[in-house]
């Protein structure tokens, strides 16, 4: 089980990452999922432009897209694409500090593993429900 950080073409924003990839683990132990591998890429709003259009074939600016690679359905692994670019506008335009809302994102990401879906007004709000429940575990 492993978790890993890279950076493409943004700088690796500053993040605890030994207590961030201990407690990424214990989030798939708690919601019942077994991780294999995780890596979370973070990158600039042009270089996650370029993945959405190649692989999702859309148009425009993301936070986040997380692809599911696992072999099988019983051990996950991952990829997760950040930018960091739009960490930063989304944390300014929301009043929160960058590093917050970075660690929303990469929840979220893994929570999108774990099969969780943001498409409808319900799947959102227990999205939202569950960064914040991480969130605020993660602060203790």
């Known amino acids: 089980m492993a978790v890993h950080f890279f950076s493409a073409d943004a700088k690796a924003p500053v993040i605890p990452r030994t207590k961030l990839k201990l407690f990424i683990k214990n989030l798939f132990k708690s919601e019942g999922k ?3 591998d995780l890596s ?3 990158c600039s709003d042009e270089y996650l432009l370029t993945i959405n259009r190649q692989f999702l074939q859309h148009d425009y ?3 986040i897209i997380t692809f599911d690679i696992s072999d099988d359905s019983n051990e996950i692994k991952g990829e997760i694409y950040i930018s960091i670019d739009r ?3 989304n944390a300014h335009q929301l009043g929160l500090t960058t590093q ?3 660690l929303r994102v990469i929840f979220h990401g893994a929570l999108h ?3 969780y879906k943001d498409k409808t007004k319900t799947h959102q709000s227990l ?3 569950k960064e914040d429940y991480y969130l605020a575990k993660f602060h203790k």
Do not use: A, I, N, P
């Open 87 to 89: 960490v930063r506008d």
């Open 34 to 36: 077994s991780l294999s």
């Open 61 to 63: 600016y993301t936070d």
């Open 113 to 115: 593993l774990c099969g």
């Open 127 to 129: 999205m939202r429900k």
């Open 40 to 42: 979370y890429v973070f």
């Open 100 to 102: 917050t809302e970075l």
